[in-house]
């Protein structure tokens, strides 16, 4: 089963527009992964945010974490009809270094 | 191109029937894992090596699933006696592995499994 949710699970904008997806998880992290998934394709890693870090950058993504409230968002400013996809947050952590723990994701769909 | 490959893209079978997938990784990571996807959902992990050593299997792993990479290099995923609920996404990923920190993973894209 999957150990976090991910909010909202689609988000329609139009071109220009932010996008902010949010992830909840329930135990302890070493650290925190998105990823981005085009249709029919693997999934593509972003960033990832480790669990004494705030927040990171990477061009348009910004993440942040809040492990006091188990949390945390991607923002993606300025989007463009190519950011269409779902994204997934994944945890790592606990007593695994291998696996990640993926939530539900969110269905971004970004109208030119 | 070096990302990690998969093998068949697409497969059909029949219920009942064994089935093989094949995942080659980029050739410097150490670190092999196995997800499973159905519609709509993120992937579960099935498995992963370091090297030629299964270090953890989920268990949603049945006896009728099995994993090897036996040279460290590339691995199969064999499921026999095909189910219905076997259809699903089958991916693999990659990295480099380091004790005490899971680094980022490079996804192949899947091989997409049918069951008649």
């Known amino acids: 089963s999957q150990q976090g949710e991910e909010d909202p699970q689609a988000l329609s904008i139009q071109e220009g527009e932010n996008a902010t997806m949010n992830c909840s998880y329930k135990?302890?992290?070493?650290?925190l992964q998105w990823y981005r998934q085009n249709s029919g394709r693997g999934l593509v890693h972003l960033i990832l945010?480790?669990?004494?870090?705030r927040e990171k950058h990477s061009g348009r993504l910004r993440v942040t974490l809040d492990t006091s409230k188990k949390s945390s968002s991607l923002l993606i400013t300025a989007s463009r009809a190519a950011d269409t996809a779902s994204y997934f947050c994944?945890?790592?952590?606990?007593?695994?270094?291998?696996?990640?723990?993926f939530g539900q994701g969110t269905i971004l769909t970004v109208h030119p | 191109d070096t990302g990690v490959s998969q093998d068949p893209r697409h497969k059909i079978t029949k219920r009942g029937q064994n089935v093989t997938f094949r995942c080659d990784p980029i050739?410097?990571?150490?670190?092999l894992y196995w997800y499973r996807q159905t519609l709509g959902q993120g992937p579960e992990f099935l498995t992963y090596?370091?090297?030629?050593?299964?270090?953890?299997k989920s268990r949603l792993l049945s006896d009728r699933f099995s994993a090897e990479r036996p040279k460290g290099s590339f691995s199969t995923l064999e499921i026999q006696r095909t189910e219905q609920g076997d259809s699903a996404m089958y991916l693999c990923?990659?990295?480099?592995?380091?004790?005490?920190?899971?680094?980022?993973?490079?996804f192949g894209d899947g091989t997409r499994l049918s069951i008649l």
């Open positions: 990923a990659s990295s480099l592995g380091s004790r005490g920190e899971n680094q980022p993973q490079h």
């Open positions: 090596f370091q090297n030629e050593a299964q270090l953890e």
């Open positions: 994944a945890r790592a952590g606990g007593t695994s270094y291998g696996k990640l723990t």
């Open positions: 945010i480790r669990s004494n870090e």
């Open positions: 050739s410097e990571h150490n670190r």
């Open positions: 135990t302890s992290i070493n650290n």
